[in-house]
């Protein structure tokens, strides 16, 4: 049986995106069990109706956050998003079971090399421990936290070719949950 697979997507200006942007494309040419929904063009205004959302993780196995990394973090509405939705109640404290035992992963991307992001680098960080506070959400709501697909570098040269293989595994990382 096939996990149904939300990608929510936050990336302040997709169109102006290449990595971002062609992992969304791949994510569409696949079947209905992953739904792609992007939270900058669904709250332009940056208020977000946490019922719905909370609506839509509930009809979802396995919940992926997808976002470009902007100064050693997700974009400001993705966080907003996390704060409003997993809420007291529905998400943890009393009655606040609604994402547990679900998988949530992580998909970024970073305008720095790999390199840069090592113990004693320039930013002194593995991105692994740049992206516990997210891990921690994930445990702290008793789901799964699952491994994260990264692609580091993307403001130096990637051809077309690389980008498109990238946008492949990505795919290929995403459904991986319904083995």
Known sequence: ??????????HPDLSKSRINK????????QPDSITVHEI????????????????????HDRIIL?????????????KQWID?????GWAFGPGGDK????EIGIAVSTGGPAEAYQAGAQNQFTLSELL???????QFVRAKYLPAFALQGVLYDLSDADVEKNAQRYVKHVLAAED
Request: net charge positive; glycine share 2%; aromatic share 14%.
């Open 1 to 10: 049986m096939s996990k149904k697979t939300l990608v929510v997507v936050a």
């Open 40 to 59: 900058y063009k669904a709250y332009p205004e940056g208020k977000i109706d946490a019922a719905a959302e909370q609506k839509l993780l509930e009809a």
């Open 132 to 138: 516990r506070p997210l891990q921690l959400t994930a």
């Open 99 to 102: 994402l547990e035992k679900k």
């Open 84 to 88: 409003d939705v997993f809420a007291y």
């Open 66 to 78: 997808q976002f470009p990394f902007y100064w050693f973090s997700p974009p400001a509405l993705l």
């Open 22 to 29: 062609a992992w969304v494309e791949h994510l569409r040419s």
